[in-house]
């Protein structure tokens, strides 16, 4: 199983949302031979558009799951601003914790993540624990890790296969992780370089997400494999 994970990161408003839904379903009823068996292709859009890219998800038929970028660390409760775990259980099955942005932007710290772990597992939500560099520290109850390097988020140089494989290598060997996916400047150009080494089970792609056709074809490529 190869994972496909869209981070849409703090982007589109309604309109874009549905419009993006209908170029992606428009996309997948043309080619629907491809094989998405063998994929497991995520969406995680901002918390305010779950409900309606659920309906537009089941709407149009579309072999995707949906996740979110982040979860309260606590549970329900006077935790002003929060969204818990418990909340978005019966919306996602997936939860992006500890992307370098909410490290950096936000403060987010071990302790915290942990916490936001450890609330997710008790939810039933999958967590896809992001780290900037193989020796950050990783929660025991993870078993789904992002490798993203800072420096190639965003900025167009992803880092190279072989160095990236090294790396989802050592995270396995040194935890009980048993899915590396990785993350930073994915394309369509370059997926197909990261999802053909031993160790790498997927990537996490962010602006290249957010365009149907480039999703769209990440997917063609990496159905291909
Ligand atoms: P990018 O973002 O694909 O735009 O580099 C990846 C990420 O931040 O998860």
Not at 142 to 167: F, H, L, M, Q, R
Request: net charge neutral; with cysteine; hydrophobic share 35%.
């Amino acid at each position: 199983m190869k994972y496909i994970v869209g981070n849409w990161k703090s982007n589109k408003n309604t309109k874009e949302v549905e419009d993006w839904f209908k170029n992606f379903a428009d996309l997948y009823r043309q080619n629907k031979r491809i094989a998405t068996d063998r994929l497991e292709i995520v969406i995680c859009p901002p918390f305010v558009y779950l409900s309606l890219v659920n309906k537009l998800k089941i709407g149009y038929g579309l072999p995707i799951k949906i996740g979110v970028q982040d979860v309260s660390p606590f549970s329900n409760g006077a935790y002003t601003g929060e969204i818990s775990a418990n909340m978005l259980e019966e919306l996602v099955e997936y939860v992006i914790i500890g992307h370098s942005e909410r490290r950096s932007n936000f403060h987010e710290d071990d302790k915290m993540l942990t916490e936001k772990v450890k609330k997710s597992r008790e939810s039933r939500l999958q967590p896809i624990y992001c780290v900037q560099d193989s020796k950050t520290y990783i929660p025991n109850e993870v078993s789904i890790v992002a490798y993203e390097p800072t420096w190639a988020i965003g900025t167009g140089i992803s880092d190279t296969p072989e160095s990236a494989n090294k790396a989802a290598e050592f995270i396995k060997q040194k935890n009980q992780v048993s899915t590396v996916i990785y993350g930073g400047s994915v394309t369509p150009e370059n997926i197909n370089s990261f999802l053909t080494t031993n160790n790498i089970d997927g990537v996490l792609p962010g602006g290249a997400s957010l365009d149907p056709v480039k999703f769209w074809e990440i997917i063609v490529n990496a159905s291909k494999i």
